[in-house]
């Protein structure tokens, strides 16, 4: 199970870093065609828009990829931590009374 969340994170963080070259690939694209908007004409125009439409949208599906996988993630942790709570039930209610001391005494210190 551990394997697999470490996986599972190592995806994410491949995922993030593509996406993040995508969007930066995105802004990029969007510079020039700023900067050759006052020298080109409309059908140059309209063929850049489009391709920045397009690369836009590919980064838009990468990023609801990423969202999805980050929720799946995010509900592999939350069901092994689940697991572990109804396997070890006094260890778990001990960690909480030990957190519960801990944050007690730190407030009171103040």
Known sequence: MTTELISSQGT???SKETLVRDIKRVVGDADDLVKQ???SSADEFAARRAAIEEKLAEA???INDLR???TRSACKV???ANGYIRENPWKAISC???AGIIVALL???R
């Open 96 to 98: 909480g009374a030990v």
């Open 68 to 70: 999805r996988s980050a």
């Open 78 to 80: 939350a069901d092994a």
């Open 107 to 109: 407030i009171s210190r």
């Open 37 to 39: 908007v006052a020298s």
């Open 60 to 62: 838009r599906a990468r």
């Open 12 to 14: 994410v963080q491949a």
